[in-house]
């Protein structure tokens, strides 16, 4: 069992910046890839980014591309998401979530912490 709890989230005017944190308990947080997603009100939830179980391999939604960094410390079992140049529409709930098994279905998922862009 894997718990994951996000932190970093709050009001930022567009154009800023803000560090999303996943702290993940569990020993085998290092052989999980992770992903972040958000959903946005009256919309679904979508993809944002992946990081694979070394970091060596990330990947990012084109909404986000070149705007978010992905990354990890496996030694403190936490992801981050490093989101700059923000803008209203990256308003949403972002949640962190683990891919137990490498099939890019995420089995456990965070309670999701809240971005608010402000214009």
């Known amino acids: 069992q894997v718990q994951l709890v996000e932190s970093g989230g709050g009001l930022v005017q567009a154009g800023g910046s803000l560090r999303l944190s996943c702290a993940a308990s569990?020993?085998?947080?290092?052989?999980?890839?992770m992903g972040w997603f958000r959903q946005a009100p009256g919309k679904e939830r979508e993809f944002v980014a992946r990081?694979?179980?070394?970091?060596?391999?990330?990947y990012y939604a084109d909404s986000v591309k070149g705007r978010t960094t992905i990354s990890r410390d496996n030694a403190k079992n936490t992801v981050y998401l490093q989101m700059n140049s923000l803008k209203p529409e990256d308003t949403a709930v972002y949640y962190c979530a683990a891919d137990s098994r490498g099939s890019s279905l995420y089995d456990y998922w965070g309670q999701g912490t809240q971005v608010t862009v402000s214009s």
């Open positions: 990081i694979s179980w070394s970091g060596g391999d990330t």
């Open positions: 569990g020993r085998a947080f290092s052989s999980y890839a």
